[in-house]
């Protein structure tokens, strides 16, 4: 593709300048609109990363404060743990001094002989009433020795079965809130991982984004200036078209100018005006009348089958004349006409003059022109077989039969 230009003003006709082409042109706004769509899709792609980024985010702050929560139940079930095990170790304690005293009780008992001690103390006490007193001091004694040995044994077994129930109660709890907690650790990794990736994700898209956007102004730039290539190039093709078609025109009213000298010393017709200021518009016979005719078709265009003119075969290059004063109307290509001119004469009468060759045109739109004077030169463009002059006359809307119009003015054809 051809993107950067180098003009020179005025062009030398012994350099061709590379202007680029219209397909340049449109390969450098695809070129432009490809790199667009894929900006936008980038930039959909991090609106959608952003989204995505703030929830992993949020799902991370939130596994963050179930952690958090977890590490203190796990905590706080600790640290109860070992309450729990300072209450079973001091149940412990009494169990085991419960224990003792039990013991001890149970060695004295077994001491006296086995027997019930009541008893003992009672043979014991066989005397005088001092002995009595103090018999009764230490049955009393007894019964309440008794009575606490009983309660020291259910102390104790309370205790024993309180402290292993206590340390049961605290492993079960520590445990559960270990698996929390490292349930909750699980969690926060797998959560922290996804904020990480989701963020590294949008930072290469956005590093993506700057580099197409990027591209998207080199291509905007290149488009431009093909579009200021290509437009200097229309510039300048039209300028020597100009000067092409000036020049043509020239040597047109040259030539023009010399084969009316030419039929003017050889006593041709073409050129003379009647008394009615009405001229024959260029020499030769009728060719083809008014009326329907066959088809004619000439590099893709077709006549109509209906010839609503007079045709006269002049050859090419010949002169062609304004069959009357008037006003130029028309003077360029129409259709299957070709090159055509058509001049304006007042009172709703005009004249067609049709197939002029290419550069062939003596007059221009606006101008007036005297009968008989020099307008075009006879050629083949159109549909047309053969160089000739296709002569119309026009009555308000309607083309009407050359020849007796022409006749009923002084000025036959052929």
Known sequence: MTLLVTLVSP???????DYPSWQDLQNAKANTASAAAQVTAIENLIAGLQERVQETQASAEKSANELEVAQQDFDDATRRAEDIQLQADASKATADAATKQAGQLAAQLYRTGGT?????????????????????AKLGNMSKLV???SDVYDEAQSATNNAQSLGDQAKLAQAERETLRLAAETA???????AESAANALAESQAKSVELEQQLQFMRDAQATTTAGYEAGVAERARL???RVAAAAAAARAAAAAAAAAAASSGGSGGSVSMSGWGVPASGRITAGYGPRSVICNGGECSGSFHYATDLGTGCGAPIYAAHAGVVTWAGRLGTY???????????VSTGYAHIRDGGFSVSVGQ??????LIASSGDTGAANGCHLHFEVWIGGNRINPVPFMADRGASLG
Request: glycine share 10%; net charge negative; charged share 20%.
């Open 116 to 136: 019930d001690l009541s008893v003992n103390l009672f043979l014991e006490g066989q005397g005088d009433g001092a002995d009595a007193d103090l018999l009764l």
């Open 11 to 17: 062009v030398s006709s012994a350099r061709a300048v």
């Open 338 to 348: 070709g090159n055509f001119v058509k001049i304006s004469h007042g009172d709703n």
């Open 241 to 243: 078209e100009a000067i």
């Open 368 to 373: 007036t022109v005297s009968a008989g004077q």
């Open 147 to 149: 009575e606490r040995s």
């Open 188 to 194: 926060l990794a797998a959560a922290q991982a996804a």
